[in-house]
């Protein structure tokens, strides 16, 4: 009679355990025990569930690794593990959506104001020098010098330019750059120079690519930073 008593919760017991789901397993706050009490577990489950569990796990660790005390809050399951990584990825897509919207749209109104502004003027260079060092002309250094040419396209009087002119090899690489800012007041289709030079340094590829360029053999693109109008209208590309 006793043997028939004893055998009736231990019956019970098996039973809860083999009807006990892997996503009721509640994870292990030491995280030592993952390998013996929770892998079995991970391993009853999908292929996919498994991974989302994985992705919920090594969150979790790196959380921890870079200080975050919380880690797994006690009493979470296997299944709110993967609930929660479900949200999570969801929540990463999401991002990368507004992210890559967000670059998109700002691409788009940089090239409307690039072409806007290639419509307001021309710039070209219309000669580069190198300058040795002369210390009877108070030149200390070698210099680079630059002599470029802007040409007003609009109906507008304009009353500044500045931006970029990238120089580009044969091989169409962009060696170097040159910024230049002008303020001289240019008519409606007038034009304008203008000079400037910079110090040397051999040690700065970009000043030695351009310094070696030889005539015939590189272009120049410009890349506006902004057009200001004497009416106090502007183009602007980025910031």
Not at 44 to 53: G, I
Request: aromatic share 8%.
């Amino acid at each position: 009679m006793k043997s028939t008593q004893m055998a009736a919760p231990l019956l019970a017991l098996a039973l809860l355990a083999a009807c006990s789901k892997p996503t009721d397993t509640i994870i292990p706050s030491d995280t030592s025990k993952w390998d013996t009490d929770l892998a079995p577990m991970i391993n009853k489950l999908s292929d996919e569930d498994k991974k989302l569990v994985a992705g919920y796990l090594m969150r979790s660790k790196l959380s921890a690794t870079f200080g975050n005390k919380e880690g797994i809050p006690l009493g979470t399951t296997v299944g709110t593990a993967i609930e929660e990584q479900k949200k999570w990825l969801a929540q990463q897509v999401k991002q990368e959506a507004e992210a890559k919207a967000l670059k998109e749209k700002m691409l788009k109104e940089q090239a409307e104001a690039q072409a806007a502004i290639d419509n307001a003027v021309t710039v070209t260079l219309l000669s580069k020098k190198e300058l040795p060092s002369n210390y009877q002309l108070r030149r200390f250094s070698a210099e680079q010098e630059f002599n470029i040419g802007v040409k007003n396209k609009t109906a507008k009087e304009i009353s500044g330019v500045s931006g970029v002119l990238d120089f580009v090899d044969i091989f169409d690489k962009t060696v170097g750059a040159v910024s230049f800012s002008m303020s001289e007041k240019i008519a409606p289709s007038g034009e304008a120079k203008w000079s400037g030079t910079r110090n040397y340094n051999q040690f700065l590829p970009e000043h030695k690519a351009v310094w070696n360029l030889e005539e015939g053999k590189y272009k120049t693109q410009f890349k506006a930073r902004a057009i200001v109008f004497s009416d106090g209208s502007k183009l602007k590309v980025g910031e």
